[in-house]
Structure formats: structure tokens, C-alpha cells
């Protein structure tokens, strides 16, 4: 096991030069989905990493519940610093689970109080409300509790919400851009995406830097599908900064799901020529050069945790046999 077992605590620091190539030279849409899966592979391989070093702490503390073989000299020596690194993992991999915990539960009610807000409309794409202030926002559908005569879960739709105070600031096509825009990221599930990147960061603070990345490569998606969908890309460059300035110190309970982003990089973008779709970047280019060594940190990062894991196994099952 050695010191491998400590490479996927701070392999993700290879998937930093990609989190800032990814936003400017790869299509938002394909951006949002590396660095989604990048962090999620890094975070789960470093939890596990954790995992594994609980296991030798737990079972060097006195009075501890495991079997006594689990202390075995042999357990020890297979990990490098053992009392010090044992000991230190159990209460990070305790704050790891707390904070993911917290971050689910939190957007599961944010999620759940902005459904009930609107059980009083009728379930349409789009739900205006009669509030003066100006915001706008993707709401993703859900399934509610099983209803008692049918025992199935009916299903509040994905819906986009916006007030009356916006309408009122923003052009008939300006209006189109913007329901064009929210209806993207309905389309897209890019709160999956956002949700994940956050919890990847929750698990690790290396990953901090994609959960930002994301957050701005969701907001460039659902840019270019607006785009796409108006087939004038000024307009919608257009109605995101006005919707950005008149809704500047507008609070809302959004559901834990869209960022606005860095406005003027996006109204930058769209005022440009479309990005290309290309799937995957050339090799000898910044951009491409900094996926190899993410896609290389990220294989190393989840061969040493399965190496560390099988060595462990094999370890602990020798020490507690009988």
C-alpha cells in the first residue's frame, strides 16, 4: 500500500490547469461534463482514501469496538505514519460526511419550499409570479409521496419561474432569450451537474476551483442553447445583461441550483462566434495537454485507491483469521 494510499488526497491538484482551459477553448456543454466527472472521480477515489486510513486509526485507539487483530503490527506497517495519518482521517473523513450531508439536505429543502410555493399555480412550463422584483429562475421537476388510492408519485414538473417585476424591464425577444435560457438548463439537468461538483468540493477542498468552473460552464451552456434556439446570439447577449442589471441586489430563495456567473465574460462570448463542438481538444494544444494530465491524475488517482483498498482487504483479512 505504501504511500500510493495518500495520492488520491491531492492528485486533484492535476485537474486545476483544465478547470480555467476548460471554460475559454471547449464547448460549455462538453466542459461542464469533464469537469463534472473529473471531480466526481477525484472526490470519491480521496473519500475512499479516508476511508481506508479510518480503518487503521480506528483500530490503534484504545477500547476501540474492532477485532483485536486489526491492530496488528503487519496492519501498521503497510501504511506509511500510521498513528498520525490513522488517527487524523477519522475526524476529516467525519467532517466529509457531515458537510455532504449538509449540502444534500440543504438543497433538498430548498428544492422542496420553492415547489410548495407554487403548489397554488397551475402546473405550467412557465409560473409567473406577481412580485415587483425583478429575478428569474430554473426550478427542476420532482416526484412527490405516494398517493393513497393510487400509490404512485405524481410529479411536479420542471418549470421556469419569473417574476412580473422582470417581465416589465425586458423586450418581447429579450423575454424569449431569457425563458430560451432557463428552459436550457431544465433541459440539460444542470443542477445534477452543479450538485455534484459541490458535494466533489464538500469532499475535498482541492476540487473548489472545478465547483466554480461548473458553475460558469452551465451558465455558457444554457447561453448557447438560448442562442441556438433564437438564432441571434446579440439578443440573448442582450437580455442576460440587462436581466444581470436590473436584478442587481434582488435577493431570492432560489432552489440551491443557478449561478449567474461572471456576466460580462458571458455577454463577452456571445458577442463572439459560436464555439466549436468539438468533443475532445486537440493533444498538443494548452487545453488539450491539461486533459491528458486530468484524465492521467484522475486514472492514477483511482488505481491507487483500488490498490490501496485490495492491499488493506488483503491485509486485515490475514490479521483477523483465525
Known amino acids: 500500500m505504501g504511500f500510493f494510499v495518500f495520492l488520491p488526497l491531492v492528485l486533484p491538484l492535476t485537474a486545476w490547469p483544465i478547470a480555467r482551459l476548460a471554460e475559454q477553448h471547449l464547448h460549455p456543454r462538453t466542459a461542464t461534463r469533464l469537469l463534472s466527472g473529473v471531480a466526481g472521480v477525484f472526490a470519491l477515489c480521496s473519500t475512499l482514501c479516508l476511508g481506508l486510513l479510518m480503518v487503521v486509526g480506528t483500530a490503534q485507539l484504545p477500547g476501540n469496538p474492532l477485532p483485536d487483530g486489526w491492530s496488528d503490527p503487519e496492519v501498521r506497517a503497510a501504511l506509511p505514519y500510521d498513528e498520525v495519518a490513522g488517527r487524523l482521517a477519522i475526524p476529516a473523513l467525519f467532517a466529509v460526511v457531515v458537510a455532504c450531508t449538509r449540502t444534500l439536505w440543504r438543497h433538498a429543502a430548498r428544492h422542496r419550499h420553492a ?36 400509490g404512485r408519485r405524481p410529479a411536479w414538473p420542471g418549470r421556469v419561474v419569473v417574476s412580473a417585476g422582470m417581465l416589465d424591464r425586458l423586450a418581447s425577444r429579450e423575454r424569449r432569450a431569457l425563458f430560451a435560457h432557463e428552459r436550457a438548463h431544465l433541459d440539460g439537468a444542470h443542477h445534477r451537474y452543479l450538485l455534484a461538483v459541490r458535494l466533489a468540493a464538500r469532499a475535498n477542498p482541492f476540487l473548489r476551483p472545478l465547483c466554480t468552473a461548473v458553475a460558469y460552464t452551465a451558465e455558457r451552456w444554457a447561453d448557447e442553447d438560448a442562442a441556438d434556439a433564437l438564432g441571434d446570439r446579440r439578443v440573448v447577449a442582450r437580455a442576460i445583461g440587462r436581466a444581470a442589471l436590473v436584478s442587481r441586489g434582488t435577493r431570492v430563495g432560489l432552489p440551491g441550483f443557478a449561478v449567474g456567473g461572471p456576466v460580462p465574460r458571458r455577454v463577452a462570448a456571445l458577442l463572439g462566434p459560436a464555439p466549436a463542438a468539438r468533443v475532445w481538444p486537440p493533444a498538443f494544444t494548452s487545453v488539450g495537454l491539461a486533459v491528458w494530465s486530468a484524465a492521467a491524475g484522475t486514472a492514477v488517482s483511482a488505481l491507487s485507491s483500488a490498490n490501496s483498498a485490495v492491499a488493506l482487504f488483503t491485509v486485515l483479512r490475514a490479521a483477523t483469521a483465525v
Open 115 to 150: 415547489h410548495q410555493a407554487l403548489s397554488g399555480l397551475r402546473p405550467t412550463l412557465v409560473a409567473v409570479l406577481p412580485d415587483p422584483d425583478p429575478y428569474a429562475y430554473a426550478l427542476p421537476g420532482r416526484r412527490g409521496g405516494r398517493l393513497r388510492r393510487t
